[in-house]
């Protein structure tokens, strides 16, 4: 069950069905990312059709190491000029690949418990809302006049709308004239946004004041 089909002569059957898979496999791989993430459909179709051509290039150097070298030289020529991925376009990427790689080797049911395990656990932990807690942080920017005390201005408004509230950075703006306060926070179940925005615009002289997500600094893709 867990040996490859594959004998030392690839048979047409045996290309169909690896092939097949790949497709198949692939489109289901991108239909749960697509039902779980929002994403583009160039992405969907780049998760469907990569476990085609990853186990085709496998099937094609099968055994011969100076195609296998020729083919990795080829791969380290390419220069991705797309927009920055995310940590989950990464993974999704990986998991097509791998599963190229593998049906490329004639392991189809390795392949399968491949996905297999990859779904069910995804649900797993998205049922257990596992590492939801670093999802919910935001930043927090507040402008204050030079003339004005930040220190400790905000400190009851923070403990009111927010589980948790950090000061990460302080800097000055507009030749000097204007602070800007960043923390990082955590929003609590209630918060009205609006509320807050208001009630910290009343302390820091109505100047702009904006919460949002915090911008993700350590994309490498």
Same mark, same amino acid.
């Given at each position: 069950? !867990?040996?490859?089909?594959?004998? =030392?002569?690839? +048979?047409?059957?045996?290309?169909l069905?690896?092939?097949? @898979? &790949?497709?198949?496999?692939?489109?289901?791989?991108?239909?749960?990312? %697509?039902? +779980?993430?929002?994403?583009?459909?160039?992405?969907? /179709?780049?998760?469907?059709? @990569?476990?085609?051509?990853? &186990?085709? $290039?496998?099937?094609?150097?099968n055994?011969?190491?100076?195609?296998?070298?020729?083919?990795?030289?080829?791969?380290?020529? $390419?220069?991705?000029?797309?927009?920055?991925?995310?940590?989950?376009?990464?993974?999704?990427?990986?998991?097509?690949?791998? /599963?190229?790689?593998?049906?490329?080797a004639?392991?189809? &049911? %390795?392949?399968?418990?491949?996905?297999?395990?990859? %779904?069910?656990?995804? @649900?797993?932990?998205?049922?257990?809302?596992?590492?939801?807690?670093?999802?919910?942080?935001?930043?927090?920017?507040?402008?204050?006049? =030079?003339?004005?005390?930040?220190?400790?201005?905000?400190?009851? !408004?923070?403990?009111?709308?927010?589980?948790?509230?950090? /000061?990460?950075?302080?800097?000055?703006? =507009?030749?000097?004239?204007?602070?800007?306060?960043?923390?990082?926070?955590?929003?609590? =179940?209630?918060?009205?946004?609006?509320?807050? @925005?208001?009630?910290?615009?009343?302390?820091?002289g109505?100047?702009?004041?904006? /919460?949002?997500? %915090?911008p993700?600094?350590?994309?490498?893709?």
């Amino acid at each position: 069950m !867990l040996t490859s089909i594959l004998t =030392e002569t690839i +048979t047409f059957s045996s290309l169909l069905l690896i092939m097949g @898979l &790949a497709l198949v496999l692939g489109t289901l791989a991108a239909l749960f990312y %697509i039902k +779980t993430t929002p994403t583009s459909k160039s992405f969907a /179709l780049t998760l469907c059709f @990569l476990p085609l051509i990853t &186990a085709t $290039i496998i099937l094609v150097v099968n055994g011969n190491l100076g195609a296998g070298i020729a083919v990795a030289g080829s791969f380290s020529l $390419i220069r991705f000029r797309s927009a920055q991925g995310t940590g989950h376009e990464i993974l999704a990427l990986f998991l097509a690949a791998a /599963l190229g790689l593998t049906l490329g080797a004639g392991y189809i &049911a %390795i392949a399968c418990m491949l996905l297999i395990l990859y %779904i069910l656990f995804s @649900l797993l932990l998205r049922a257990v809302h596992f590492g939801e807690d670093e999802e919910r942080m935001r930043e927090l920017r507040i402008s204050v006049p =030079e003339s004005l005390d930040y220190e400790g201005l905000f400190d009851d !408004l923070l403990e009111k709308y927010f589980t948790f509230s950090r /000061l990460d950075r302080v800097k000055t703006a =507009e030749m000097g004239s204007i602070y800007q306060l960043t923390y990082t926070v955590r929003p609590s =179940e209630t918060l009205s946004s609006r509320e807050c @925005l208001d009630q910290i615009r009343t302390r820091n002289g109505n100047l702009p004041v904006t /919460l949002g997500r %915090i911008p993700d600094k350590n994309v490498t893709m």
